[in-house]
């Protein structure tokens, strides 16, 4: 099947998500905790930069198609919920509140999903992103890029701290407190962008059609 080139870096984006799940998921025999760190961010970044990529080349070009449609949320969606199963098994002291926010997003995309398909094949209504989703997705990247990250400049700063004092520095290597803001932030986003999706197109569920 011949696709274009937002099509193309979508798929890329969706087989990417296997690899997240491998490096993030590996044992720190064969990689290193921090190194893991590293390459996920890097691996998750570089994700987020084509979705938004992909889109602006199938705007600008006329290359939207009915296959990137169906796949950009698609791969979207997967690479965001294997970022956090892999924080989940990498952070046991986020586990609690990374349970919680993966059943909300989940939950979330679930029933905007759901009800953008019923909107759109019973109405014939388009649900577009508005600037609440917009949000969503960018404070959800920010918080799984500062999960990552945060422990690899902690270690940074204390070897930078030694240096400069020369000696060993005592570091409290969990306190996240960059990550808790910004998972907190994120989760607010999800649940208000879900429930101002639910509350504007709730009209169009008719319980007797």
Same mark, same amino acid.
């Given at each position: 099947?011949?696709?274009?080139?937002?099509?193309?870096?979508?798929?890329?984006?969706?087989?990417?998500?296997p690899?997240l799940l491998?490096?993030?998921?590996?044992?720190e025999?064969? !990689?290193p905790?921090?190194?893991s760190?590293? /390459?996920?961010?890097?691996?998750?970044?570089?994700?987020?930069?084509?979705?938004?990529?992909?889109g602006?080349?199938?705007?600008k070009?006329? $290359?939207?198609t009915?296959?990137?449609?169906?796949?950009?949320?698609?791969a979207?969606k997967? %690479?965001?919920?294997g970022?956090l199963f892999?924080?989940?098994?990498?952070?046991p002291e986020?586990?609690?509140?990374m349970?919680?926010?993966l059943?909300i997003?989940?939950?979330?995309? $679930?029933?905007?999903?759901?009800m953008r398909?019923?909107?759109s094949?019973?109405?014939?209504?388009?649900?577009?992103?508005?600037?609440?989703?917009?949000?969503?997705?960018v404070?959800?990247?920010?918080?799984?890029?500062?999960?990552f990250l945060?422990?690899? @400049?902690?270690?940074?700063?204390k070897?930078?701290g030694e240096?400069?004092?020369?000696?060993? $520095?005592?570091?409290?290597?969990?306190? !996240?407190?960059?990550?808790?803001?910004?998972?907190?932030?994120s989760?607010? %986003?999800? @649940?208000?962008?879900? /429930?101002?999706?639910?509350?504007?197109?709730?009209?169009f569920?008719?319980p007797?059609?």
């Amino acid at each position: 099947m011949k696709m274009n080139l937002p099509n193309k870096l979508t798929v890329l984006r969706l087989c990417l998500v296997p690899v997240l799940l491998l490096v993030g998921m590996l044992p720190e025999s064969i !990689i290193p905790f921090h190194i893991s760190c590293v /390459v996920c961010a890097v691996l998750f970044i570089g994700t987020s930069v084509t979705d938004m990529l992909d889109g602006k080349i199938a705007r600008k070009h006329g $290359l939207i198609t009915d296959f990137g449609k169906f796949l950009d949320p698609v791969a979207d969606k997967f %690479m965001v919920i294997g970022a956090l199963f892999v924080i989940l098994y990498k952070f046991p002291e986020l586990k609690t509140i990374m349970i919680f926010t993966l059943i909300i997003v989940v939950f979330r995309e $679930l029933a905007v999903t759901s009800m953008r398909l019923v909107v759109s094949t019973g109405e014939g209504i388009v649900i577009a992103a508005n600037s609440l989703g917009k949000i969503k997705t960018v404070s959800q990247i920010v918080a799984i890029s500062t999960v990552f990250l945060e422990p690899v @400049v902690q270690v940074i700063a204390k070897w930078i701290g030694e240096l400069i004092v020369g000696e060993t $520095l005592v570091w409290r290597t969990d306190i !996240i407190p960059l990550s808790w803001a910004s998972i907190l932030f994120s989760l607010i %986003m999800t @649940v208000w962008s879900g /429930v101002n999706y639910i509350k504007s197109y709730w009209k169009f569920l008719d319980p007797e059609k």
